[in-house]
């Protein structure tokens, strides 16, 4: 299971996706940015219920408070998306303070993607857990990275292995080669780990100070 804290400014109005056939129920998406305490922005996808909003008016350059959980969603053409699925919004006054908090507890690692040391030096390991869904049988498979020894840390995870922890959700622009040769700019968003702990009777509980 994930829960996600975020407080920041809309970055784009309210735009109509799809309707649940079961409730048949409105899903909107709008653009989230959230600053980190080195000031680098995170634009974040929400997508919301009309049930969740209710009457709340929601527009570009509005600050806003958001709980809700990280959800991925597959699409025809094989991409996986990465959203915050909100269930409680409301207008914050709070105008210098952004937050941007995920809790996950017993996710499963389900793949390995990459370990690797950055030009700089810094080590990373890059994962997919699986998050399970309050009350479904549905889970979320969620890009997952962590940094420096955490990095090394997590290498030594097996697949099945279940974690918790906090950490954030963070946006990254990418170049994506294309098979034609031609090159597209694109935007990942993982779970950036903070702490983490394996799911076992004695387990060591691992801290990122940054």
Known sequence: ?????????????LEYVYTIKKSNEKVYKFMVSSLRTSEKEDVLPCYVSEVNIKNLEIKQGDRIDILG???????????????????????TFERNKDM?????????VCKFIKNQVTPTGRSITEIIVASNRKASDSSDYIPTIFWGRYANAASCLDVSDRISGTGRLQSRA????????STE?????????IN????KEESEVLEDGR
Not at 185 to 193: I, Q
Not at 196 to 199: A, E, G, R, V
Request: charged letters at 20%; proline letters at 0%.
């Open 69 to 91: 959980q990280i959800r991925s969603k597959n699409t025809k053409t094989h991409n996986v998306l990465i959203f915050v699925w909100v269930t409680y919004c409301q207008h």
């Open 174 to 181: 990418y170049i994506k080669k294309l098979e034609d040769g």
């Open 1 to 13: 299971m994930n829960n996600i804290k975020l407080t920041g400014t809309v970055a784009s109005d």
């Open 185 to 193: 700019e694109r935007v990942a968003y993982e779970l950036s780990v």
């Open 100 to 108: 941007n908090l995920v809790e996950f507890s017993n996710c499963a």
């Open 196 to 199: 983490f702990n394996l799911d």
